[in-house]
């Protein structure tokens, strides 16, 4: 194939089996100028798949750093309400929602950790409702990404400045199966894959999962009637969509106060411009007691503050050390990627679909059941070569689950 035949399949597979859109839908796309002509072809793929609408979000590197460095501090506590008003009127109509990324890893990298956290923080108050709704999945929603020079120079720092982008390129290119066949066939297979996963965890019905590796011996409890789920999701009307692209994970929810013990993370952490890296957590009854990253340390701190559930755990998710992304021996710095190459957790809220019944209730019935609700929702990753990880039943019975960073059954 082609590159420009690559490109157009890539553009196809985000727009009709990523968000899948439907005939006369609302589509929402968030990126960055970086992916301009890339994204010009989505646009056009949505509308020949039946879009009533497509609108764009682009933002820009620089002029988002500009913002951090230069608005006055008062701004750091403000979020416009017309921004909160266009999503919230995509849940409304059922729209979807497709987010193009391909951001620089470094591109907030010497602002003032506070000033990060504190739009964060703002951010995620005002956008609870569509927040929650992605959460929920009561819209379809994915994520893409694409190269941009910093993002390819930050991943190839050896290679020639003119061979980055294009190998950065054919790298995501095959992550999401483009150039295998046919893609939307080649997704199809890997999904069923994924859900066989689910499926046989889901009939163990495992009380606790433990994890043990160098740097790591963590307990975490289960809540009653969790489920192990894929990427592959539905809305509340049946439309299939897909969240990541790249996805390779089966994942659920822990119980909020059942979490003890402590982990370290294996690879760096990209979060909001700036690298998290060498970290470890310490949990007791849930909640993270210590923390400290040999870099990025202040950013961390403010991270697990940003809110009460910020220092709480929201997802558990599986992903065998032999995965495609993790095989190819590439430290993408972002987390869509970096997470679909290791067992990951998630510090934050938590996916009301990992528990059944808990889709449609309200903040304080997922608290009681034992489910953590939070502003944050960031994963990071855990998994090595070197990880087993245990299943214990409600009778004490305990079964391998990974050893050696793979599946063990």
């Known amino acids: 194939m082609t590159f420009e035949e690559k490109l157009a399949e890539y553009a196809d597979l985000a727009i009709r089996v990523g968000i899948n859109v439907q005939p006369g839908q609302y589509v929402l796309i ?9 994204t010009r072809l989505v646009v056009k793929k949505a509308y020949e798949a039946g879009a009533k609408r497509v609108h764009v979000n682009f933002s820009d590197g620089p002029t988002n750093r500009a913002f951090y460095d230069l608005a006055p501090e008062s701004e750091m506590h403000e979020f416009p309400a017309w ?14 929602l497709l987010w193009i990324d391909a951001e620089d890893p ?7 950790a506070k000033r990060i956290s504190d739009q964060q923080k703002v951010a995620g108050r005002a956008l609870e409702k569509y927040r929650a709704s992605v959460m929920s999945d009561k819209i379809a929603w994915s994520i893409v990404a694409i190269p941009s020079e910093m993002w390819a120079a930050k991943v190839f ?6 061979e980055q982008l294009p190998t950065l390129w054919e790298t995501i290119f095959k992550t999401v199966r483009i150039g295998e066949g046919t893609a939307v066939d080649q ?3 890997h999904i069923r894959n994924l859900e066989s996963r689910a499926t046989a965890l889901n009939e163990k019905s495992f009380k606790k999962i433990i994890y043990k590796a160098p740097g ?7 809540p009653d009637k969790h489920i192990w789920m894929t990427g592959a999701s539905r809305t509340p009307n049946r439309t299939a969509f897909i969240a990541n692209m790249p996805t390779e994970e089966v994942y659920t929810a822990p119980l909020k106060f059942g979490v003890n013990g402590y982990v370290r993370n294996t690879k760096p952490l990209a979060y909001q411009g700036n690298i998290i890296d060498g970290f470890t957590l310490t949990f007791e009854n849930g909640k993270i007691i210590k923390a400290h990253a040999e870099v990025g340390n202040d950013l961390l701190q403010q991270l697990i503050q940003n809110d009460e559930g910020s220092a709480y755990l929201g997802e558990l998710a599986l992903v065998p050390h032999e995965s495609p992304i993790s095989s190819s021996g590439i430290l993408f710095y972002n987390t869509l990627f970096d997470e679909n190459a290791s067992n990951h957790l998630a510090i934050g809220e938590a996916y009301p679909t990992c528990v059944e019944g808990a889709r449609d209730l309200e903040e304080a019935q997922l608290r009681a059941l034992g489910l953590n609700t939070s502003i944050t929702h960031e994963d990071f990753m855990i998994g090595s070569a070197e990880m087993d990880i245990d299943g214990e039943r409600e009778d004490g019975t305990i079964e391998p689950i990974f050893r050696k960073g793979n599946w063990a059954f």
């Open 216 to 222: 790591t011996d963590l307990t975490i409890e289960l």
């Open 30 to 38: 968030n990126t960055t100028t970086d992916t301009l002509d890339f």
């Open 157 to 162: 720092p050896d290679l020639p400045k003119e």
């Open 106 to 112: 470094d591109l907030l990298a010497g602002v003032p």
């Open 187 to 189: 997704w199809k297979t």
């Open 83 to 96: 921004m909160v008003t266009q999503r919230e009127e995509l849940i409304d109509q059922q729209g979807s």
